[in-house]
């Protein structure tokens, strides 16, 4: 298949199936808000290096985690249990982003690096019309994790966490995981396999699956803007 190169008028995605082998779909384009929510309706996300054009992804097969299907790990009740962390919603958007373009663990696997200014200005615009959402972890009054993506209907696009502290950005995204369970969400998308994402109970399927499943959670009437912190109960504490 070749690789599409993108118009600077039309915002218009090829099909998903027709991606390189790894993914690949396109190159080229902007980061203006119409055309990244064009691409996350598609199952598409951008990924690219600093200093190069945009690169448009659809993997296949492509990483998920079914709300109800979350793992917890009993490693991790003592956080929820003793209260070592607070969280926030939708407080501190650009300097999550940021936490995660410079955390030391992105560096060293070598992530972070592609959420340049361009990004953190494209998705802070995102955050800005109600899209872009992100979770904050707290210690003490000092950000020590976080994460962020996309909410359209009842999907998540997940794009990016950090932690500081140990499994600040765990904490985070299993409170994430919850609430969106509780709120009616049918799907999480990971992108890209991890061992840490696959250790919560994330999957992978087919991207035709995917697709089908995105089209559907799309059309669900999405939450209010922004988000906050809402209790949840928590699973081993469930009657």
Not at 36 to 58: C, H, K, M, T, V
Not at 130 to 143: L, N, P
Request: hydrophobic share 40%; proline share 9%; glycine share 8%.
């Amino acid at each position: 298949m070749p690789l599409f190169r993108l118009s600077p008028n039309d915002i218009a995605f090829p099909n998903p199936e027709w991606s390189l082998p790894d993914g690949l779909l396109a190159v080229g384009g902007d980061l203006r808000p119409e055309r990244l929510l064009e691409a996350y309706r598609q199952g598409i996300f951008p990924w690219y290096n600093p200093n190069d054009p945009i690169l448009w992804w659809s993997p296949d097969p492509r990483m998920v985690l079914f709300p109800e299907r979350l793992k917890i790990s009993r490693s991790m009740r003592p956080y929820f249990n003793q209260g070592k962390f607070t969280l926030s919603m939708d407080t501190a958007f650009e300097q999550v982003m940021r936490g995660c373009a410079t955390s030391p663990r992105a560096k060293e696997q070598g992530g972070g690096t592609w959420i340049n200014e361009e990004m953190i200005a494209a998705y802070t615009r995102l955050h800005e019309m109600g899209y872009a959402h992100s979770v904050e972890v707290w210690e003490k009054g000092e950000m020590v994790g976080g994460l962020y993506g996309i909410a359209l209907g009842r999907v998540f696009f997940g794009e990016s966490m950090f932690s500081l502290r140990p499994n600040a950005s765990k904490f985070g995204f299993i409170h994430l995981v919850l609430q969106l369970e509780q709120q009616g969400f049918r799907l999480i998308d990971c992108q890209q396999e991890t061992r840490h994402l696959r250790s919560l109970g994330a999957e992978n399927i087919s991207r035709n699956r995917f697709l089908r499943l995105v089209e559907d959670a799309i059309k669900l009437p999405p939450l209010p803007a922004p988000w906050s912190v809402e209790k949840v109960p928590l699973p081993w504490k469930r009657p």
